[in-house]
């Protein structure tokens, strides 16, 4: 099994950054690519970034030039650093990663339990 862990969600104002972290464990050959989702009130979850392993950085629009994602492949972990926040980046992030594992012919993908970011206006 793989269990992704999240930390570093919180309230903070209009312009703020926050940090959110997620690391990997269980049993994997490799991670393919890491990504963030978030999920508002009331809406569909969306991706927010996504970095494969030795492939192209992708974030959505609404992102763009304020949020970063990084990832230590040594560490099993995945990062969001998130700048000039707005309220309407208040969701759930949640990390979501797809494992290489040995014997499997898919990859599968395992989610993040998620945590609270919200921005006060």
């Known amino acids: 099994q793989v269990q992704l862990v999240e930390s570093g969600g919180g309230l903070v104002q209009t312009g703020g950054s926050l940090r959110v972290s997620c690391v990997v464990s269980?049993?994997?050959?490799?991670?393919?690519?890491m990504a963030w989702y978030r999920q508002a009130p009331g809406k569909q979850r969306e991706l927010v970034a996504d970095?494969?392993?030795?492939?192209?950085?992708k974030y959505a629009d609404s992102v763009k030039g304020r949020f970063t994602i990084s990832r230590d492949n040594a560490k099993n972990s995945a990062y969001l650093q998130m700048n000039s926040l707005k309220p309407e980046d208040t969701a759930v992030y949640y990390c979501?990663?797809?494992?290489?594992?040995?014997?499997?012919?898919?990859?599968?993908?395992?989610w993040g339990q998620g945590t609270q970011v919200t921005v006060s206006s």
């Open positions: 979501n990663v797809i494992v290489v594992i040995s014997g499997y012919i898919n990859y599968p993908s395992y």
């Open positions: 970095i494969p392993s030795g492939g192209t950085i």
């Open positions: 269980g049993r994997f050959s490799s991670i393919n690519t």
